[in-house]
């Protein structure tokens, strides 16, 4: 199973059946000077930015993976409570990181009950099955 990712405090349709720890994953980049120096024309003229761009996007994606070598290497299954970050570390350099608390999950069977009809001598034969919201699993990463 791959390491699943939710930004949630639960795993829809799982249920965490133990709390491993907090894993993170974090990558520092400079802009390079060629890049730099199209952005600063490209802000007299406005439009996105796509050096910059392309660089945050790479940025998030590896330090999502080094994440999830983390938690791999916890043996779980998933991470919730995902969030980013960032800060300046240098002129012209930025730390991208990621983190989140490692979990294993187990997959959950949907709890249903019936409403019960409200006239016994009128019974609907099609009854509707739901799943009561207050049923589900809720995990707290804090404790």
């Known amino acids: 199973m791959t390491v699943q990712l939710s930004n949630l405090e639960h795993l829809p ?4 059946t ?3 720890d907090v894993v ?9 000077v060629g890049k730099d120096l199209f952005a600063g024309l490209k802000n007299i003229v406005g439009g996105e930015l796509t050096a910059y761009t392309e660089l945050l996007e790479e940025s998030r994606q590896e330090a999502i993976d080094r994440m999830i070598v983390k938690a791999e290497a916890l043996g779980a299954d998933a991470v919730v409570g995902l969030r980013f970050s960032t800060s300046s570390i240098a002129q012209g350099a930025s730390e991208l990181f990621v983190y989140g608390t490692a979990v294993k999950v187990a997959p959950i069977s949907q709890q249903q009950y019936q409403n ?10 099609n009854t509707q099955t739901q799943v009561a ?7 707290n990463p804090f404790g």
């Open 13 to 16: 349709n799982y249920q965490i």
């Open 18 to 20: 133990e709390r491993l």
């Open 24 to 32: 993170y994953g974090s990558t520092v980049r400079s802009k390079h």
């Open 116 to 125: 019960p009809p409200s006239d016994h001598s009128n019974q609907n034969t």
């Open 133 to 139: 919201p207050d049923d589900l699993p809720r995990f």
